[in-house]
């Protein structure tokens, strides 16, 4: 059965599928009968940060007696729920 789906996934892949989509009126995934799995509530993600930035944010958040990558998470929140946040103009 997997091997039906990957085969389908490639032939969907080299077909053409503009003409059939329909912009005024999009579907839901549950309309085509697709049931995506749950997803986690949290997700390990790996970035490569400058040594410099690193040691700071540490830093940072052992003087607040936190930890490191709560500190991360705080500030990516923060900066994701500001409306004033430049970068994300």
């Given at each position: 059965m997997k091997k039906k789906k990957v085969n389908e996934i490639k032939d969907y892949d080299k077909m053409d599928t503009s003409q059939i989509i329909?912009?005024?009126?999009?579907?839901?995934l549950e309309d085509i009968g697709i049931e995506l799995p749950e997803e986690e509530p949290t997700k390990v993600v790996s970035i490569r940060l400058p040594s410099k930035l690193l040691n700071q944010l540490k830093a940072y958040a052992s003087?607040?007696?936190i930890n490191y990558s709560a500190l991360i998470k705080m500030i990516l929140s923060d900066s994701m729920e500001?409306?004033?946040?430049?970068f994300l103009r």
């Open positions: 329909d912009r005024e009126n999009p579907k839901k003087d607040r007696d500001s409306k004033n946040s430049s």
